[in-house]
């Protein structure tokens, strides 16, 4: 019976040490996404920076709160409330990167994690490549193991709001 328990005790501690290990060897998350519009360059800036837009093709946003606004954008702050599946997230955005009809770069905090998109517009024949460049880190040990277990729901979640986006601003 106490040898069972020692086995028990030692496989329970590698899982753990296991998981933990994942975080430090993987401390950040990078993936990217392209997607084409059928609409001109500036359709396609404009309804991204339109804030009044965000809940059109990110349907878990219950409210989007300006915090200030900067001249040039950069330093620019907004305060989003997400519901994800029952629970309300609290979020805070800020630009901090800007190039008229042509980037934008955010950077997302929540409790546990900060993630930066990087979005980048390509003219292209009078429709527009939308890049997306993601990078997701964990608060902590912890979160960063966590991250790297969930990466996948991250990644979906992103292709799917890229794709929400995609619709919205071509069924206008």
């Given at each position: 019976?106490?040898?069972?328990l ?57 409210s ?14 907004l ?30 905090t ?36 966590l ?24 069924s206008?």
């Open positions: 019976m106490r040898k069972l020692k086995i028990t005790i030692l496989l329970i501690l590698a899982l753990c040490l296991g998981f933990l290990a994942i975080g430090w060897l993987k401390p950040r998350l990078t993936y990217s996404s392209t997607i084409t519009i059928d609409k001109p360059l500036e359709v396609v800036f404009s309804n991204y920076m339109n804030i009044g837009n965000l809940k059109k093709w990110i349907p878990e946003i219950r989007v709160q300006i915090e200030s606004i900067v001249p040039g954008v950069t330093g620019s702050k305060k989003m409330e997400i519901d994800r599946k029952g629970k309300v997230i609290s979020v805070s955005q800020t630009v901090t990167e800007y190039n008229y009809n042509n980037l934008i770069t955010v950077s997302i929540t409790g546990g994690m900060t993630k930066t998109n990087r979005m980048q517009f390509i003219p292209e024949n009078n429709k527009t490549v939308l890049k997306a460049d993601y990078t997701c880190e964990g608060s902590g040990i912890i979160n960063k193991s991250l790297f277990i969930t990466s996948r729901v991250y990644e979906s979640m992103d292709e799917t709001y890229m794709k929400n986006f995609k619709q919205f601003v071509e206008k």
